[in-house]
């Protein structure tokens, strides 16, 4: 089969890309990105594409990384393309702290590609959010799975890179390096070599220049082999979440605070889950419903769950002391009441008739970004048509659920909830702050609800680029404790409005919207 062929599979098989669709391919200029810039641009007539070109200097490779720009530039105008980039500075590279270089520079990489496709979605040049393309390959979902093992993962972690996630795409995922390099030698295509690549420096490039060609000499088609297995482990994985699911639902006895007392009064938020419900669990089954539960707390706590805290969580559940509670790591705790299990931001208070915690042994605060391998929330349970309430998805307030329209949505563990429906013309004047207009046709559905987490963005209306949502909250005077409630209505992963508090610019209401969709916040009858 023929290279492009292959991509254009990979693009259906995936639903990577709906004709018409604005995508920002980011190119370095190496040969992976080079030679999926040119696959997009000969699939661009049949697929209605509108090619963006994005390049950012990272500032860290002199007058390499010049050429690099200069390389990209001209073969961004050669193809008629428009070209979009920006440079790291050298102040803010001193300046970075508690990151490696590499993790650093991969978030501000992130951040300009996710500002591109900002500027050419709703409300720029397009109608519907842009994707952002890159140019991942079978070699490097290879590296990635065997790089995860050895460092240890769990099973989401193992399952490797994914072919799509929110507005990121990897066309050429199932393509080699070598069928890459194969493709640019037939087709001319000139490309430019990252000296970087060559070190050994990174435990990827010993992985590629040390370890692959032991392992081909076992499997001649190991990249094939690492990548089905990866596969396999994604699918096992998607079941598990489901099933995990839905034995939350069953353990979750109480997502209220204790005693009745809303979280603003200093009682903090807490889960209670059911004992018997916790011991009857498979250990695989267990560490999900708990990393479950504690997505569903706050977005705050630091998400690195590793292996010593949920085991911390397990001997507690497990353990003779009826009354007891633990520190798991840095702003989350455990207690248990007998046969009701808590699972708090806040420290527990008077039980076993003293107050604080005891720390789980051999666990320290967490710090940092949740590891390749961190375990992901439970995915909810799809909801019913024209509703979703507390009955349809009670996997907590981490959990997103889709938004018909019309219809109404909400997120167990908030006291609101948000109810779509369609207008042929908005009001003349805005109204209340509970309610937001958007040209339906301007979003690219289904729409989703969920609650605010950490690193969350959006562009608000009357605004250029994006804002933190954390920014926004402080500006807003918004408590704490209420911005971890916050609903958030979302297009297609992109954030149109933070209920009751700002709209974001997209889909804007104008003399020629032909529909008018009206969210509206409501309290919960």
């Given at each position: ?21 604005t ?18 641009y ?23 990384a ?19 980039s ?54 490097d ?17 193992l ?5 799509k ?97 809303k ?173 937001a ?78 529909k ?10």
């Amino acid at each position: 089969m023929k290279t492009t062929d292959k991509v254009r599979r990979s693009i259906r098989d995936n639903s990577l890309l709906k004709r018409g669709d604005t995508v920002c391919v980011a190119v370095s200029g190496g040969v992976d990105s080079t030679v999926l810039l040119h696959l997009l641009y000969a699939l661009r007539g049949e697929l209605e594409l509108q090619l963006v070109v994005c390049h950012l200097n990272h500032n860290l490779r002199g007058a390499e990384a010049a050429r690099d720009r200069s390389f990209v530039k001209r073969l961004a105008r050669r193809l008629g393309l428009v070209f979009e980039s920006a440079k790291l500075l050298k102040k803010d590279i001193r300046a970075r702290s508690g990151e490696s270089l590499q993790e650093w520079a991969r978030g501000r990489r992130l951040e300009f590609l996710n500002s591109c496709a900002d500027k050419y979605g709703p409300s720029g040049t397009a109608s519907r959010p842009a994707r952002i393309a890159l140019g991942h390959n079978m070699d490097d979902q290879c590296e990635t799975v065997l790089m995860r093992l050895i460092k240890g993962a769990s099973l989401r972690g193992l399952g490797g890179i994914a072919w799509k996630r929110e507005r990121f795409i990897r066309p050429v995922l199932g393509l080699t390096r070598a069928e890459i390099e194969a493709f640019a030698a037939a087709g001319g295509i000139e490309f430019v070599e990252d000296s970087s690549n060559k070190t050994d420096k990174y435990l990827r490039n010993r992985i590629r220049h040390e370890l692959m060609p032991v392992l081909e000499g076992y499997n001649p088609r190991v990249r094939e082999a690492v990548e089905r297995s990866a596969r396999l482990l994604r699918e096992d994985e998607d079941c598990l979440a489901g099933l995990a699911a839905a034995e939350f639902k069953k353990a979750l006895v109480s997502p209220k605070p204790r005693s009745g007392k809303k979280p603003s009064q200093g009682t903090g938020r807490e889960l209670v889950l059911d004992r018997a419900a916790l011991l009857a669990l498979e250990p695989s089954l267990f560490r999900r419903v708990f990393t479950a539960a504690v997505y569903s707390l706050s977005t705050e706590v630091e998400p690195s769950l590793y292996l010593p805290r949920i085991e911390a969580f397990r001997g507690l559940v497990k353990g003779r002391a009826p009354n007891t509670s633990l520190k798991l790591c840095q702003g989350l705790f455990a207690g248990r009441a007998y046969d009701k299990i808590t699972v708090s931001v806040d420290a527990p208070r008077h039980i076993n008739g003293r107050k604080g915690v005891t720390p789980a042994r051999g666990v320290t605060p967490a710090g940092g970004m949740a590891p390749a391998g961190a375990l992901p929330p439970a995915k909810g349970v799809t909801p019913p048509k024209g509703e979703n309430l507390s009955g349809a998805s009670e996997a907590g307030l981490n959990e997103e659920v889709v938004l018909p329209v019309p219809g109404k949505a909400a997120v167990n563990g908030v006291d609101a909830v948000v109810t779509a429906k369609t207008l042929k013309r908005a009001p003349a004047k805005p109204g209340a702050e509970n309610v937001a207009y958007f040209d339906l046709d301007g979003l690219d559905g289904p729409l989703t609800l969920r609650t605010f987490r950490a690193g969350d963005r959006m562009r608000p209306v009357g605004m250029a680029g994006q804002k933190k949502l954390k920014d926004i909250f402080i500006n807003g005077k918004v408590p704490a404790r209420q911005r971890r409630e916050t609903l958030l209505v979302l297009s297609r992963g992109v954030i149109i409005w933070a209920c009751g508090l700002r709209r974001s610019g997209l889909a804007p209401v104008t003399g020629a919207t032909k529909k008018v969709l009206k969210l509206t916040l409501k309290p919960r009858p």
